[in-house]
């Protein structure tokens, strides 16, 4: 037998690794199973090149509760260790700087260094174990040895006969402070969490499994049972397979693997592949998400090598994609020592390129593939596009060839036929195309038949983010305004070099617009007279599109600097000056029947503005009422 100290060089090495290295320890199990892959994948590795003279078979990981003799056992038929393989790789933490480390971080991180740097992964044990054994044996045809240690730099090492086949069996004498790893329960859980797709099978207990009844069985037969290994785990998961090899159905089943208690089919799915200049794999998948901006971010989950890392993923893909679902694999990405959060690295800036370029081509091949489609899932995507257009700028610069902008008669169109269409009539007297749009087709429907009557299309923008989304195409695209349909008067929205007729006089028209300002007195109305067509209504609401856009661009985050959000609602109220009601509003003698009729007309102008609310809209059914009874 061989007794020792562990080669480190501060005694309280372990009380760190307790205390301050995890701040989880339940990633103690996540750490072993690596470690038991590990040792399984090398001997495979070994044997495909000759250099162990061995038979790989079919190996498999276990994990065994003993409740009685409070311990967890860890078990693999991997490569195996000697005795002088024990002494190098576990005696010997390879802690260079242990002083500085500790140091460093006893008082402030939790989380600090890399796994693997250190070789720290198997000293997880201690978070969890009072005692730790080791009992492995080599592929090498050398005996199998006993490694035990208390949490102590002391360790004991010694040959056994207690193990004959290949393999190492980590031994956890659970601590009083960690029962709770001796539930089954508990145990499953966090094989689900973090193992779920290790590429080794991993045993855990027994299930019944049913055999099928033969061809002739008769009706009354009763099927036999079996008790086989519960494996796990799905060594084989959809992002390891290349996507030629992979159905739909096949995509789908991996979603609701991923996400079984998700009962709605994602969209579609984008397979991410690259192997320079970084290593990375994954599936990611497009849930509908119409214009909900507050479903559950933090869906995709990022793997290292098949392990479970993490569900938050910001910075490596990048924000806008976070309303998305899947897995993102690379053993590439820099994390800290629990392996439980990124660490600022270039590598992860060239990752969340890479994926944005990727999504970008693949909405670009979709809507090439088969653009009727796409149409129609345009509404439960495009809130991950537009938001991409304002955060992304690589992205902003693809999205012409994918982003539609659809038409309130239901029409869609690119950008490069949305300008085709509109510039030969939405090209105002300055030469600047103005692009029309709404953003409730039955709140505005009246202002959109306006523009419509004057042969105008109007886009139905109704996404939360729209006064963002075309704030950005302002800037980006030259010689383009954007404006709501009940910004203004039509005419004034788009406005033309034609000439205007006026049925009033200057004096008139002053005289209008003092009766009109003084039978109204409200402040958040600007009145302003137009010399529109006599048709047009005499009456009409509008709100400024500037302040409009401002107030709705802070509400969901931006253009707060021009404090917009202390501001009332201000509207024009843009009076027909060629109107008959305006030229009755000026014969009209009796000031009460004047300012009766005024506001009669304002509040037909506030109902169709969605405006006339309260004792308002009250008072103005009760009027009607009697009007109807004259």
């Avoid at 997880?124 to 045809?141: C, G, H, P, Q, R």
């Avoid at 002739?216 to 796990?232: K, W």
Wanted: charged share 30%; with cysteine; glycine share 4%.
């Amino acid at each position: 037998m061989t007794k020792g100290n562990i080669n480190v060089s501060v005694e309280n090495i372990f009380p760190l690794i307790k205390k301050f290295l995890y701040s989880d320890h339940e990633i103690f199990l996540r750490e072993l199973i690596s470690n038991a892959t590990d040792a399984t994948l090398k001997l495979k590795h070994l044997t495909s090149i000759g250099e162990a003279k061995v038979e790989y078979g079919n190996p498999k990981l276990e994990v065994k509760i003993d409740k009685d003799q409070k311990t967890l056992r860890i078990i693999d038929q991997g490569i195996g260790m000697t005795g002088e393989e024990v002494e190098k790789y576990i005696n010997q933490v390879a802690f260079s700087g242990a002083e500085e480390f500790l140091e460093k971080y006893k008082d402030s991180a939790k989380d600090s260094g890399i796994i693997g740097h250190f070789g720290l992964g198997f000293y997880s044990a201690f978070m969890v174990a009072e005692k730790v054994e080791i009992l492995t044996k080599s592929y090498k045809d050398e005996p199998a040895v006993r490694w035990i240690c208390d949490g102590s730099p002391e360790f004991t090492l010694e040959e056994t006969a207690d193990k004959t086949d290949r393999g190492t069996e980590i031994i956890l004498h659970i601590a009083e402070d960690s029962v709770e790893f001796l539930e089954e329960a508990k145990i499953r859980e966090l094989l689900l969490k973090y193992n779920k797709f290790m590429p080794v099978p991993i045993k855990f207990g027994t299930k019944t499994h049913t055999l099928p009844l033969p061809e002739d069985a008769p009706e009354d037969a009763v099927a036999e049972t079996e008790e086989v290994d519960n494996i796990i785990n799905n060594p084989v998961p959809a992002w390891t397979i290349a996507p030629s090899e992979l159905t739909n159905e096949d995509y789908m089943k991996f979603y609701h693997e991923l996400y079984p208690m998700q009962f709605e089919e994602p969209l579609f799915n984008i397979h991410l592949n690259v192997d320079y200049p970084f290593n990375l794999t994954g599936v990611l998948f497009f849930p509908k998400l119409s214009n909900n901006l507050n479903i559950d971010k933090d869906k995709i989950q990022l793997y290292q090598n098949q392990v479970f890392v993490t569900d938050e993923v910001k910075g490596i893909v990048p924000d806008f994609l976070m309303l998305l679902r899947g897995v993102i694999d690379s053993p590439d990405i820099p994390l800290n020592v629990s392996r439980s959060y990124l660490q600022a690295d270039g590598a992860v800036k060239k990752i969340s390129s890479y994926i944005t370029k990727k999504v970008a081509d693949k909405m670009a091949s979709l809507i090439n593939e088969n653009r009727e489609d796409y149409e129609k899932k345009w509404n439960d995507i495009k809130i991950v596009i537009e938001y991409g257009i304002v955060t992304e700028e690589k992205f902003a610069e693809k999205v012409d060839k994918f982003t539609l902008y659809p038409t309130t008669d239901g029409k869609y169109f690119l950008w490069d036929e949305l300008v085709e269409k509109i510039k030969p009539v939405q090209t105002d007297k300055d030469n600047k195309l103005v692009v029309l749009y709404a953003t409730n087709a039955d709140e505005q429907h009246s202002y959109i038949q306006s523009a419509k009557d004057k042969g105008y299309e109007v886009l139905l923008l109704d996404s939360p983010i729209t006064p963002h989304v075309i704030q950005k195409l302002e800037t980006s695209k030259e010689n383009i305004s954007f404006a709501r349909v009940d910004a203004d008067h039509v005419n004034n929205l788009i406005k033309k070099d034609e000439p205007v007729i006026s049925k009033l006089n200057e004096t008139e028209k002053e005289s209008l617009k003092k009766n009109v300002e003084e039978a109204i007195q409200d402040s958040k109305f600007t009145v302003q007279l137009e010399d529109l067509d006599s048709n047009d209504a005499p009456f009409t609401i509008t709100q400024p599109e500037f302040m409009r856009r401002m107030k709705e661009m802070q509400a969901t985050g931006g253009g707060g600097m021009f404090g917009m959000g202390g501001f009332s609602k201000m509207y024009n109220l843009v009076v027909n000056s060629n109107s008959e009601l305006s030229n009755q509003i000026l014969k009209t003698e009796n000031a009460e029947e004047k300012e009766s009729l005024i506001k009669y007309a304002l509040d037909l102008a506030k109902l169709s503005q969605n405006l006339l609310k309260g004792k308002d809209l009250t008072d103005f059914i009760q009027r009607s009422y009697k009007q109807l009874e004259k």
